[in-house]
């Protein structure tokens, strides 16, 4: 069941009093949910649109859910877009300024389309999480950076558009994972060139891929996740490492970004000597 508005639940004769009060919780002002229901993001999202009548806008990480992202903790105060004269625990509200067609509507409630939300992201974040959560955004959704950059000249005196230039300068859709981002950004930060991602080598019948890599000198890294290495899996990577090789590809697996530190000289060293 998803949340109401009490009140409305009373007028329609939908519940009486006795009910409501013994087998609902009030999550927000005259906003309800059975108790015991799970508290996803979607349904603190719906009660927090609720809360503010039916008006608000959703934006920021609860937005980014909506639009694909995944692993949001459910625990994340929903932000909306709209007037705000109340505080509210495990909602943030936003007043400012949002055009008609930075609104996307989703047939119940309306939420900042992908680019909007991907500017917000961009200028609220610290720079590594917004790159973890734009890259996860743009591949879900696709959005075209120009169109965010577009939105960024739109509102140019906004809170926090230089930062959010930054981290859309470094956004690649085609990372698989949030980790695979982080060691994007830990190579990129150490001075190596960007690498691309999602490699997929193929000679017409057998195929694999690479989370990223540089071309000219063939070199690959991909995550690994931990306890993907047994059974019929590590088989699977035998089979995939000989086509690896066959390419003429070295390739690295990290399983941790403190893995990757490790392997960063490692790393560097092969580039330097397959370019030279």
Known sequence: MEPFIGTEALASG???????RWNYDRIHPDVYLAKGQRRTLYVNTEA???WTGRTGIVAGLAAA???GVRGVDPATPVEMIGPHTRRRPGIVMREERIEADEVW???TWRMTTAARTALDLGRRLPRNLAVEYLDELSGASGFAAADVLALADRHRGARGIPQARIALALVDGGSRCREETRVRLLFCDAG????????VLTDGTQMTSIGMGWDRAKVGVSFVAEGSRSGSLLVQDLRRQ????RHGWIEFGVASLLHARMLLPRVR????RRTR
């Open 14 to 20: 939908d519940l009486t009093r006795g009910r409501l």
């Open 48 to 50: 927090a649109w609720l």
């Open 65 to 67: 859910a909506l639009h």
């Open 105 to 107: 509507p989703t047939g």
């Open 192 to 199: 190596l060139p960007p690498p691309r991602t999602r490699i």
């Open 242 to 245: 000989e086509i690896v090789q």
């Open 269 to 272: 060293d092969e580039l330097r």
